[in-house]
């Protein structure tokens, strides 16, 4: 069992930048692939970044590929999603996932999921 605790949401205007963190309990983080995913009201929840389980290997999605960075210290159990050049179409709530599977992409590969941090961009 692994519980996730997302943080660093919050109110931010066109153009800036969020650091997200993702803390997870238990000692077998890295032993996890972590993603983050995110959901719009009213929208499916979408993928946005993996890493593996060293965090030698990272995907993006093209909505946020080239301004988003994932990251991980397996020593302190959390994972970072950098997110900078923010757009109002990023608002949304902004999860964490830990997966078995390496690379995973679907919402449906991830065994254990944060209860989501809100992140709000303004005009």
């Known amino acids: 069992q692994v519980q996730l605790v997302e943080s660093g949401g919050g109110l931010v205007q066109a153009g800036g930048s969020l650091s997200l963190s993702c803390v997870a309990s238990g000692r077998s983080f890295s032993t996890y692939v972590m993603g983050w995913f995110r959901q719009a009201p009213g929208k499916e929840r979408e993928f946005l970044a993996v890493?593996?389980?060293?965090?030698?290997?990272?995907d993006y999605s093209d909505s946020v590929k080239g301004r988003s960075t994932i990251s991980r210290d397996n020593a302190e159990n959390t994972v970072y999603l950098q997110m900078n050049s923010l757009k109002p179409e990023d608002t949304a709530v902004y999860y964490c996932?830990?997966?078995?599977?390496?690379?995973?992409?679907?919402?449906?590969?991830?065994?254990?999921w944060g209860q989501g941090t809100q992140v709000t961009v303004s005009s």
């Open positions: 996932a830990a997966s078995r599977v390496g690379g995973a992409k679907m919402a449906s590969e991830y065994l254990y």
């Open positions: 890493i593996n389980w060293s965090g030698g290997h990272t």
